[in-house]
């Protein structure tokens, strides 16, 4: 598989400086968390790293990927061009670094909405993403909390995550995509006595 290093210059070319620097954390936090779990370090970093490589595009660019690859979006996604990224960016990290993986293919390209089933690096790359943006949001203590019982309770951390999300969502009255829905169902089913022990 690509050596990181090589992935590092070619994304910073691609991304504004904010958002190169979000990929580095994602990929620190999603890291860190890997650790913790049975999954695949370097498709960790690799997912981390490249998972918003597509969010600077221009809608006019994402549409051309979207026309030349035959990416097939869903009624919802067609309407919420702020979904486009994550599955042109699964399109990007194979044909501009070389990353054929499926499994980092499909945490890049569901990274934003999450789904059912999701693997163990899929949660993480989620995890991750979200950690970083709030990071900068939340007082110390809280965010250290956070973290720390990501690094035990992966699908705890996922749930609240999906009901942050969601809340954010509801406030700018936005469209649930209801891969995210579903991925909460299944999680709700999943964790229902565990629940209770873990206050948001
Ligand atoms: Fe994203
Ligand atoms: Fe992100």
Redo the contacts with the bound molecule.
């Keep these: 598989m690509i050596d990181i290093a090589q992935i590092e210059p070619k994304l910073k070319e691609m991304l504004s400086e904010n958002?190169y620097s979000?990929?580095l954390n994602?990929q620190k936090i999603a890291s860190f968390l890997a650790q913790h779990y049975v999954v695949n370090p370097q498709k960790v970093r690799i997912a981390a790293l490249l998972?918003?490589c597509a969010?600077d595009l221009s809608v006019e660019l994402s549409e051309n990927y979207i026309r030349k690859y035959a990416i097939i979006l869903d009624e919802i996604e067609k309407n919420e061009s702020r979904l486009w990224h994550g599955p042109v960016g699964s399109v990007l990290a194979k044909e501009k670094f070389g990353i054929a993986d499926e499994e980092i293919g499909r945490a890049i390209r569901i990274?934003s909405t999450l789904d059912k089933n999701a693997s163990t690096l899929e949660k993480i790359i989620y995890v991750a993403?979200y950690m970083?943006?709030r990071e900068s949001k939340e007082d110390e203590q809280s965010y250290e909390r956070l973290k720390n019982i990501a690094i035990t309770e992966l699908d705890i951390v996922t749930f609240w995550i999906i009901n942050f999300k969601m809340l954010d969502i509801l406030k700018y009255h936005g469209v649930i995509h209801p891969r995210s829905i579903e991925a909460r169902n299944e999680l709700v089913h999943k964790l229902k006595d565990k629940m209770k022990y873990y206050d948001i």
């Design positions: 958002r979000h990929c994602t998972h918003d969010k990274h993403d970083d943006y």
